[in-house]
DNA sequence: TTATATTATCGTAATATTGCAATATAATAA
DNA sequence: TTATTATATTGCAATATTACGATAATATAA
């Protein structure tokens, strides 16, 4: 099999899953803190900062773009990219929502 | 290759993306609400609840328990699951660590 | 036009993930 | 002891992910 039985659960959780996993690795989360910390529009260096081949991050790129936390616009020869700030809000809030969700049992330790 | 290249970047990197693994089934996300709004020791009842083989949800409740998230302790023939709280609290910083860096560009509209 | 520079896509190999049947293990009950 | 019940592990097939060389596409410069 492989593949995951997305059928069996809700929308929201498909969703947490699948904006998690671009989360899901350390080249991603650079890119997204490099982003994040510039608080402006990248272009290039990307590819100096982290010590990937260009193919891989143009494809780790491609990713952060297809759940739409990074947006990029053509800048001449290159391509600037930053965070999308709506987008951001949306997947700050999804995993708030679980987050938030826990308080502390009272008054009895659980196992 | 197909192995991620881990030696490229920080621990904190690395740490997030790992926890962003766990997330990133909807199985695991369907589990850990679960256990977040019983608020308590689950046993068994998780097979019934999703719609996945035994041994499926035995596996993703490994991987839970690998990286912290959830405990489970021996309740007679069963187990008791539970989340463990500290570790929450640590993975949750973790994320808001990252959500908190970003603060809208004033004045300028990025790409 | 022909170069140059930057990013994207294709193709492919190596490895990881998902799911489950079969089986094993562990704890209690009879 | 032998059931019974609940969970874990093994083994394997199908699919997904990661990485990169080769190459294509796109935009400007000469």
Redesign the interface.
């Known amino acids: 099999m492989g593949v995951?039985?997305?059928e069996?659960?809700?929308a929201e959780?498909?969703d947490?899953?699948?904006v998690?996993?671009?989360?899901?690795?350390?080249?991603?989360?650079?890119i997204?803190?490099y982003l994040?910390?510039a608080?402006?529009?990248i272009n290039g260096n990307l590819v100096q900062e982290?010590?990937?081949a260009q193919p891989t991050i143009s494809q780790h790129l491609k990713e952060l773009k297809a759940i739409g936390i990074i947006?990029?616009?053509t800048?001449g020869v290159s391509v600037?990219?930053?965070?999308n700030?709506e987008r951001?809000e949306e997947v700050?809030n999804l995993?708030?929502n679980?987050?938030t969700?826990?308080?502390?049992?009272s008054g009895r330790d659980?196992?």
Chains 1, 2 share one sequence.
């Open positions: 995951t039985k997305t069996l659960f809700t959780q498909n947490l899953a699948q998690a996993k671009a989360f899901a690795h350390p080249a991603r989360v650079a997204i803190q994040l910390k608080n402006t529009c982290l010590g990937l947006q990029g616009t800048e600037s990219y930053c965070i700030p951001w700050k995993f708030n679980l987050f969700l826990f308080t502390t049992p659980c196992c």
